[in-house]
């Protein structure tokens, strides 16, 4: 069996020069030694954990490496965390059972200082989901971990911020709609039957902006979240998502159109309104919509 120090080192290597040995050292016995005793701590305390040791090792390279550090600090770090955080990544069967029980208190009792009520469970669920699966937006983030603070700690760290963002995020939107569903008329001088129609069909139009936001598939509400509320640039998106900028233009305009379509698709059924009050109404969603938009990016 190749000796842990090689696979160590050969994902150091492979970080900078794909395809070149391994590169000798003279500490190779001492690097040996700690890893060694690194797996041995990780199995003495998640022992229902079946993590293959180099697998562990791989990990260890790429924390020592992202960090900046080097291999002699790997006995300075938080070891079983880091045994955790690599079977949570690896998917080992019950590593995230032992995360949830080791984690969870912490994880839920940060989130319920923060936000109210049954919210709180769902901002767990979605920050749990972020750390040991990952989305669309980036990778599982528990790989990110480099095991200098307790995992405990830094997991206090992830919550607090998740709270406080779903906070952000929702209560913008909740004035986007607010504001959306109460559009003033520019200047005053509204068209007789518009104003006919959003005063009739304000509350169902508030009601169908919320209901199509709930439906509109995960990534769309990324791409909106990440331009409108959080001020990501169109080309930063492509950069996250590793597509050109114009592929990233082209999705953001996608998803507001399957916004839009939805909207008035949900109006439509829902109201039974004649076909020149619908030809009417569309035009309401639209620059109501824009409205909505325009007023997530003031919000930020």
């Known amino acids: ?71 002699s600090a790997i006995s300075t770090l938080a070891i079983e965390d880091l045994f955790l955080a690599c079977a949570c990544l690896a998917g080992v069967e019950g590593a995230a059972a032992a995360f949830s029980a080791r984690h969870g208190a912490t994880i839920r009792g940060t989130i319920t200082k923060i936000v109210r009520g049954a919210d709180n469970g769902e901002v767990e669920q979605q920050l749990v989901a972020g750390l040991l699966v990952g989305s669309v937006a980036g990778p599982a983030r528990i790989g990110s971990y480099a095991g200098k603070a307790p995992l405990d700690r830094w997991l206090g760290v992830a919550a607090q911020r998740a709270a406080l963002m779903w906070l952000r995020e929702n209560r913008t939107e909740a004035r986007a709609r607010d504001g959306a569903a109460a559009e003033p008329a520019a200047g005053g001088d509204t068209h007789p039957e518009m104003a006919f129609l959003k005063d009739r069909y304000r509350g169902d139009f508030e009601q169908a902006l919320k209901e199509s936001l709930a439906r509109l598939p995960e990534r769309e509400r990324t791409l909106l979240r990440l331009h409108l509320v959080n001020g990501v640039s169109v080309e930063k998106i492509g950069q996250m998502f590793a597509v050109s900028q114009p592929t990233a233009s082209r999705w953001l305009a996608a998803a507001r159109e399957t916004l839009l379509a939805d909207i008035k698709s949900t109006l439509g059924n829902r109201l039974g309104a004649s076909s020149q009050e619908l030809a009417s109404l569309a035009g309401m969603v639209a620059s109501r919509l824009d409205l909505s938009l325009s007023m997530l990016l003031r919000s930020r």
Do not use: W, Y
């Open 1 to 71: 069996m190749q000796k842990l120090s090689a696979t160590f080192l050969r994902e150091l290597t492979e970080t900078d020069h794909p395809g070149e040995p391994p590169a000798r050292a003279e500490t190779d016995a001492a690097l040996e030694a700690d890893l060694a005793a690194a797996c041995a701590r990780g199995h003495a305390a998640f022992g229902n954990l079946v993590l293959d040791d180099q697998t562990f090792a791989r990990h260890l390279a790429r924390v020592i490496k992202t960090s900046g550090s080097d291999a």
